[in-house]
């Protein structure tokens, strides 16, 4: 089993930059493929981004692209998401979910952390 916990979260302007991080428990957290997803208020969860357990393989929706990175350090056990020229849009619950396949439908989720982007 993996339990993720994320952090980094909080209020930023438009514009703005926030890391997101993700740390997960285990000794096989390199065997895992790690995504961020999102829920803003009144809508569905959106996947955002993902990267394999090596590293070597990231997936991003097209919305963050060029904004939004994805990157992890299997030394630390931590995922992270760099948010860049953040949007209003942007505003989610923003959670990490871990799975033995990236295309897999992620098996252990955190509890998310907030984001908000104030115009």
């Known amino acids: 089993q993996v339990q993720l916990v994320e952090s980094g979260g909080g209020l930023v302007q438009a514009g703005g930059s926030l890391r997101l991080s993700c740390a997960a428990s285990g000794r096989t957290f390199s065997r895992y493929a790690l995504g961020w997803f999102r829920q803003a208020p009144g809508k569905e969860r959106e996947f955002v981004a993902a990267i394999s357990g090596s590293g070597g393989t990231t997936f991003y929706t097209d919305s963050v692209k060029g904004r939004f990175t994805i990157s992890r350090d299997n030394s630390k056990n931590t995922a992270y998401l760099q948010m860049n020229s953040l949007k209003p849009e942007d505003t989610a619950v923003y959670y990490c979910?871990?799975?033995?396949?990236?295309?897999?439908?992620?098996?252990?989720w955190g509890q998310g952390t907030q984001v908000t982007v104030s115009s």
């Open positions: 979910a871990a799975d033995t396949d990236i295309l897999g439908l992620y098996d252990y």
